[in-house]
Every structure is written in structure tokens, then in C-alpha cells.
């Protein structure tokens, strides 16, 4: 099992295959779907017994569990799918990943999708050239596919191959007579051959060889199986470091689901094994426990050579001999079985059990990892919180992100419009102070967001994408540069109030209603903004109340400077009153008028 520079770079492109073929298989599906996608995940997993079978199906077929988590971990990062949703989708993988051991063990083979792989290519090129855009999404989807699971099997042969070179791990049966102890051990090891292998189902395998030789007993190779389940959840976690909080806690919570689940079991540990070696014998199967005990009586009765040739394969010509090899061929038949139905039954009561308490592990995850704080301890983030740092996602995830940190920037920018009420409403000057800088470091970090977005659009605009795609990342643009906008109009009207402050005066209370009274309209329309942006598509009709407000906005202002000089006139106020008066009512006017550019943006596109 020497493991060679070659091995590594031969490991290093395998991984670098099965990494492109996701992407490639991503950037298909999601062009084919399109703006279908949140619809079709949205339905799939809007009930939680729903998400658990959507996981058990898509692990099915696939055959691995970590593909099924690295996939809900992305949908997650893209804002697709809600953790609640996410979690039961988890759980489902965890019994989907079971069906491999089922076919190995009934019947002697594994399906192995990468044999479809090459003759897919023959099916896929030709709607490649094909002039219909969906149907060019579909071979591209076909190739990643490909090309994915090609990677899958180049990576499983890459790595140490264990399972063809058990004797590796024959010292292990010297750590097999310590009790629950050696339940702890063989728990540790289990998890780290899992790391290792990053195969669920190789472990389960392995265990199986080992097992079957009599080096360890029934209840050891249970222990096993279980922390492959802990083991596996590698992949997803480190999917995850660069993804966003939602992402992480998805991560997160397959790891504590897992982990509970194991903690859970081990409390019950031996009577479970015992239930489950007392059904097989119940159903006439065998004793999966009888197999050690017999290998060990024939240890002390045959010398190595024949304990050798006895484990074989090899046709023996002594009828003692085969008679005892058969044996233990049916015996090993029975604890194939009697593994699977463990695991099998294992993930079935974890996952019954723990899809009562999604919520929980909700909380749980939410709390382990918060929201990042800024300094002054604000809970809002001062980054962007759908789009990080790290490898591209493809395309359609690309703009479907940008969609969901739109709609959180034109919150955001709207949180702003609290801080000038705020100004409106107090003559404290700490106070007014106070929430002058709150809106001044806002629009700090609104400008930054906005390159931020730019700069991931441009990124974006390089993949391949629809032609509906590339128009939207135009559309997308302007929608960040308006909202930017309404942030300059916003930290203007604090500006103004506060430099009216600074000369030592305060506004009169006709005034401050007034402006009061335009301040609640114009708020009214940038919350409207913030509401429509997190829908998907936008039509005229959804964008006609904000018509009405932004007229009710410019009727006022209209009615308020028609009113202003006569208030002079009559000493209601005075002039320089009158000045920044006048100033915020034209602030207000604008901020309208950005508002309403966001939302035909965004109705147009």
C-alpha cells in the first residue's frame, strides 16, 4: 500500500475532476430550471416528512450521502432553502446512504453509476450543439454528471486502498477484549477510516472484511458502522467554511444529528445489537454474533497455514477443511446482513426520532454560530450576508444570491430612514448625535456593499449563463446603483437636521409635523422597495402601489412649498428655518424618486 508523489497528483486530479464536474453539472440544472428552481426545491422540502424522503431518493440514486449534503449545504449558501428544510433533506441522506449496503449485501455488486459515465457523452455533445437553449442546458447537465461521477470513482481509486489489503488492520484484534472500552476504541476508529477513505460505504465494506476474518466480534463491527455516520460529515463541514452562517449551521446541524443520534444508541447500545442478532434469528437468518465465536474456537484448534486457507477464496481439496471454509462463507453471509440491518435500522429510529425536534437543532445551530457582530455589538452585519468570499458559485446560485443581498441591502438602507425620524423627534443633542453617526456609518458601509455587489456581478457576468440570466445581471446593476442612492438621499436628510442643530436651533412643531408627515410616506415607499425585491419576479401590477405612494410623496411637497412662504410671511417661522425646511422636503422628494427607479428596475427586468 505504498502511497507515492504520483498517488497524491493522481488524488489531487481526481479531486479536481469531481470538482468541475459539479460545476458544470450545477451551472446545467440550475439554466435548465431557472427561476423554477426555488419553486421545485421549495415543494420538495416544505413538509418535513417530504424533505427526509427527498433526501432518501436523491442518496438513492446518487449512492452518497456526502454528495446529498454538499448539495443542500450550496442551496442553503444560496438562500434556496431555509435550515429547518435543509436539516430533514440531511436526515433522509443519512437513510438514503443505507440502500448501498443493501444491494452489496443481497446481491454481491454495487451500482456503479461512473460505468454509465462514457456513454452518456454520446447522448449529451449532440443537444450540446443543438439550438434549443433547454435543451443545451440538459447536455451540459449530462456531461458534469459525467464528469462527476468519473471523479467519484478516479478518487476512490486514488485513495489507500484498505479494503483490497485488510491484513493492514489485522492488529486491530488485539484491541478487542476491553469491555465497552473497546466499543469507545473501535468507535474512534471508525470515524477516522471514514475521514480517511471519505466513503461511508467503503467503510461499511471494510468492516464487513474484517468482521468475516473473525478479527473482530459483531457487536465491535456495529461501532464501526455507527461512526461512519459521524465520519462522512467531513465532506459538507468543509464545504462550508466559506460559505455563509446559514450554510455553516446546515453543516453544523449534520454534524450534531449525527453525533446525537451515535450518543443515543450507545446509551442502549448492547440491547439494541442483541434486538437486532434476536430478529435475524427470529426470521431463521442466523446469529450474526456466532461467527467470531467460531472463528476463535478454530484458532486454538488449527495452526495459522489452515486458518489461512480456510479464510480464502481458494477452492480447498480437504473435505474438512471446505466443509469448515463453507461454514464460515454462510456465517459471513449472516453478519453482511445482520451490519445492514443495524445500519439500516440505526438511521431509521435517528431519523424518527430527530425530525421531531428540527426546531431544536434550529436553535441549537443558530446559536453556536451567531450572526457576526460589529463592534458596537449590532446584531445587523456589516457585510454582505448572502455572498462570500471563496470559489465562485455557478451562475444561476451566483444571481440568485445577489437577488436575496439586493433585498437585504434595501433593508438595510431602510434602516437608515428610523435613525432620521429619530433626529426629527429629539432636541437631545447626545441622542441626536448618536443617531447622525449611526446613519453616517451606514452609508459607509452602503457604498461598500454596493461595489461589493458590482464587483460579484462582473465575476458572475463571465460564467455561462441564459440569456434571461445576463439580462438580469444589467437589471441587477442599476438596482444596486438606485439603492445606493436612496442611502445618499437618507444620510443627506440626517445631515441637514443635524447642521440645523449645530447653529443652536430647533424646529417648530408645525415644521417637525410636517416633515414628520412626508418623513412616514417616504419611509412607507423604501419598505415597500425592500418587500418587492425578495420576490422573484416583479410585474406592474405589483409595482403600482408604489406609483400611488410616490405621487401621494410629490402631491405633499407640492402642497408643503406652496404653503412655505406664506408661513414666512406670517411668522410662523423664520427664514433660516424656512431654508432647512424646504432643504429636507427636496431630500425627500429625491429619496422618492430613487425608490421608484428601484422598482421599475426591477419591474422591467
Not at 421549495?42 to 418535513?48: H, L
Not at 443505507?98 to 457523452?121: E, R
Request: charged content about 15%; overall charge negative; proline content about 2%.
Amino acid at each position: 500500500m505504498a502511497f507515492t508523489l504520483f498517488d497524491f497528483i493522481y488524488l489531487l486530479g481526481s479531486l479536481g475532476l469531481f470538482l468541475f464536474g459539479m460545476k458544470i453539472m450545477s451551472e446545467g440544472i440550475q439554466k435548465a430550471a431557472g427561476d423554477r428552481m426555488r419553486q421545485i426545491l421549495s415543494a420538495m422540502t416544505s413538509w418535513r416528512v417530504l424533505g427526509l424522503l427527498t433526501g432518501v431518493l436523491v442518496t438513492a440514486l446518487v449512492q452518497s450521502s456526502s454528495a446529498t449534503t454538499l448539495m443542500v449545504v450550496s442551496f442553503v449558501n444560496a438562500g434556496l432553502l431555509q435550515l429547518g428544510q435543509a436539516i430533514s433533506v440531511i436526515m433522509g441522506a443519512n437513510i438514503g446512504t443505507t440502500v448501498t449496503a443493501w444491494i452489496i449485501t443481497l446481491f454481491g455488486f454495487k451500482i456503479d453509476i461512473s460505468t454509465f459515465a462514457i456513454p452518456l457523452f454520446a447522448v449529451s455533445i449532440p443537444l450540446i450543439y443543438m439550438k434549443r437553449e433547454q435543451l443545451n442546458s440538459l447536455g451540459e447537465f449530462l456531461v458534469g454528471f459525467s464528469l462527476l461521477f468519473l471523479g467519484l470513482q478516479f478518487l476512490k481509486d486514488s485513495m489507500p486502498d484498505l479494503q483490497s489489503h485488510p491484513e493492514a488492520l489485522e492488529f486491530l484484534r488485539g484491541y478487542t477484549d476491553m469491555g465497552f472500552g473497546s466499543i469507545l476504541i473501535f468507535l474512534l476508529i471508525g470515524t477516522v477510516m471514514t475521514l480517511l477513505v471519505q466513503s461511508s460505504s467503503a467503510t461499511v465494506a471494510i468492516t464487513l472484511i474484517m468482521c468475516s476474518k473473525g478479527w473482530i466480534p459483531f457487536e465491535i463491527a456495529t461501532a464501526m458502522i455507527l461512526c461512519e455516520n459521524i465520519g462522512t460529515t467531513i465532506t459538507a463541514n468543509l464545504a462550508a467554511l466559506g460559505a455563509n452562517v446559514n450554510a455553516k449551521r446546515a453543516a453544523l446541524s449534520h454534524l450534531l444529528f449525527n453525533v446525537f443520534g451515535v450518543l443515543l444508541v450507545l446509551i442502549f447500545f448492547y440491547p439494541f445489537t442483541n434486538m437486532i442478532a434476536n430478529w435475524m434469528m427470529n426470521m431463521g437468518v442466523g446469529d450474526p454474533r456466532e461467527l467470531y465465536e467460531y472463528t476463535s474456537r478454530l484458532s486454538q484448534v488449527y495452526d495459522p497455514a489452515s486458518m489461512s486457507a480456510i479464510s480464502s477464496t481458494e477452492t480447498l481439496t480437504d473435505p474438512s477443511l471446505a466443509a469448515i471454509q463453507a461454514q464460515i462463507v454462510s456465517l459471513a453471509a449472516t453478519v453482511s446482513i445482520g451490519l445492514s440491518l443495524f445500519h439500516t435500522t440505526f438511521n431509521l429510529l435517528n431519523a424518527f426520532v430527530m425530525i421531531w425536534f428540527v426546531p431544536v437543532y434550529v436553535k441549537i445551530c443558530q446559536r453556536a454560530i451567531p450572526m457576526k457582530k460589529s463592534k458596537k455589538g449590532d446584531t445587523e452585519q456589516t457585510h454582505l450576508r448572502y455572498i462570500r468570499a471563496g470559489i465562485l458559485p455557478t451562475g444561476e446560485i451566483g444571481l440568485l444570491q445577489v437577488q436575496q443581498e439586493l433585498a437585504e441591502y434595501a433593508s438595510r438602507v431602510t434602516q437608515m430612514m428610523s435613525y432620521c425620524e429619530g433626529m426629527l423627534k429629539t432636541d437631545n443633542d447626545v441622542e441626536l448625535k448618536r443617531l447622525y453617526n449611526k446613519c453616517e456609518q451606514e452609508e459607509d458601509i452602503s457604498d461598500a456593499v454596493e461595489v461589493e455587489i458590482a464587483d460579484y456581478l462582473n465575476k458572475i457576468s463571465h460564467t455561462e449563463l441564459g440569456k434571461e440570466s445576463q439580462s438580469d445581471i444589467l437589471v441587477y446593476y442599476r438596482v444596486a446603483t438606485e439603492i445606493e442612492s436612496v442611502a445618499d438621499a437618507a444620510v443627506g436628510i440626517a445631515r441637514e437636521i443635524n447642521r440645523y442643530h449645530q447653529l443652536g436651533k430647533s424646529y417648530t412643531e408645525m415644521v417637525r409635523n410636517n416633515l414628520l408627515q412626508i418623513h412616514m410616506i417616504a419611509t412607507e415607499t423604501a419598505l415597500k422597495m425592500a418587500e418587492l425585491l425578495r420576490r422573484n419576479k416583479l410585474s406592474e401590477s405589483d409595482a403600482r402601489e408604489s406609483y400611488t405612494l410616490e405621487k401621494q410623496l410629490n402631491d405633499l411637497r407640492t402642497l408643503l412649498k406652496a404653503q412655505n412662504m406664506d408661513n414666512v410671511r406670517t411668522q410662523k417661522y423664520d427664514y433660516p428655518e424656512s431654508v432647512s425646511y424646504m432643504d429636507l422636503v427636496g431630500y425627500y422628494e429625491q429619496l422618492g424618486d430613487y425608490v421608484l427607479n428601484v422598482v421599475q428596475a426591477a419591474t422591467k427586468g
